[in-house]
């Protein structure tokens, strides 16, 4: 029984519109579902991803408009690191990244840059053998495009232990450096590294992350609950959020895990070719959708405009560029 790497990642934003504009135009990723916080149906969950919604490349998002930027501190993820395909895509990411005004720092054979929140990513060139998990986007080649996590670094309170639960608990494989830990199934793998935390307390809001989410699937969750329960940890138990199932504990370091499943995923609302372009809502928030929708902030839909031609290729959608002072 083992995790197939990282499901998805969640983090904060406090603009919705600036949010989308960044990683479906900037980074090229398509929004695969717009819903809401089932726990707070009051805020946004944007989820950007690959052409098909797969687990692996989900990166989420919570909407709390007006939030003041984060700091990431210990017991958080600091970094989200993505995989591209060669060291030509690194360099067409820097072109691409400081073309928009975006700051990069390059590492070694790798590439750092933040969100307009903060965020912090770095891409690296995948040695995986795992599928690429794309995007369509008419402005960056499938070549060139992300293929999906390759990990996270994070800060933990108590790095022993962070280590201890991930290799006896949830089967990870320590990595040479000694602070990184592989988590590998059968379709894919990522891990989760650890960084020594800074002096200062974190703080989350816009810009940071809120959980990382490990990949499992409805035949073993039952297993994974009696295993994280059985050890002592708190956790949520089971809980269905109609597009994956899921089960919440915090690690010893602090870091919000949540393990979810493959299935059913969000084509359970519609066909894939409609991801992301309506509001949808699991059915027991179906009846306050017109409440629901009304507290919302307006967003457009990144591939109608594109369609339309109603922003010029490599503009922002109008909302966004005036929540940017772009006119």
């Known amino acids: 029984m083992n995790l197939d790497g990282i499901h998805h990642i969640t983090a904060i934003t406090g603009d919705a519109p600036r949010n989308v504009d960044f990683y479906t135009r900037v980074l090229g990723l398509r929004m695969t579902a717009k819903t809401v916080n089932q726990d707070d149906p009051s805020v946004y969950h944007l989820f950007y991803g690959d052409e098909n919604a797969q687990p692996g490349a989900d990166l989420t998002f919570f909407e709390y408009p007006g939030a003041v930027p984060g700091r990431a501190g210990a017991g958080m993820v600091h970094r989200i690191v993505w995989r591209v395909a060669s060291p030509e895509a690194i360099d067409f990411w820097a072109t691409r990244l400081g073309d928009d005004g975006v700051a990069t720092e390059r590492d070694g054979g790798s590439l750092r840059f933040a969100d307009p929140e903060g965020l912090a990513h770095e891409l690296v060139v995948d040695a ?140 359970v609302d519609g066909p894939v070719e409609e991801l992301g372009t309506k ?31 109603a922003a010029a290729p490599g503009s922002a959608p109008a909302p966004a560029r005036a929540r940017l002072g772009l006119g």
Do not use: C, K
């Open 279 to 309: 509001l949808i809502l699991p059915p027991f928030l179906e009846p306050r959708r017109a409440e629901i929708a009304a507290r919302l902030t307006p967003l457009p839909d990144p591939r109608a405009d594109r369609v339309r031609g």
């Open 128 to 267: 995986s053998g795992d599928e690429p998990l794309i995007a369509d986007h008419p402005e960056i080649p499938a070549a060139l495009a992300l293929q999906g996590f390759e990990g996270v670094r994070a800060y933990s309170f108590r790095p022993d232990d962070s280590a201890l639960l991930l290799e006896r608990l949830m089967g990870a494989q320590r990595r040479d450096d000694e602070a990184t830990f592989e988590l590998r199934g059968e379709r894919r793998g990522g891990w989760i590294a650890w960084d020594p935390a800074p002096a200062a307390r974190g703080r989350q809001s816009a810009g940071t992350v809120h959980h990382i989410a490990w990949a499992t699937t409805d035949a073993d969750m039952q297993s994974w609950i009696d295993r994280v329960t059985s050890a002592g940890i708190p956790n949520s138990g089971y809980v269905d959020r109609h597009y994956f199932h899921s089960l919440y504990f915090r690690e010893p370091g602090g870091v919000l895990y949540e393990l979810a499943t493959r299935e059913p995923g969000f084509t």
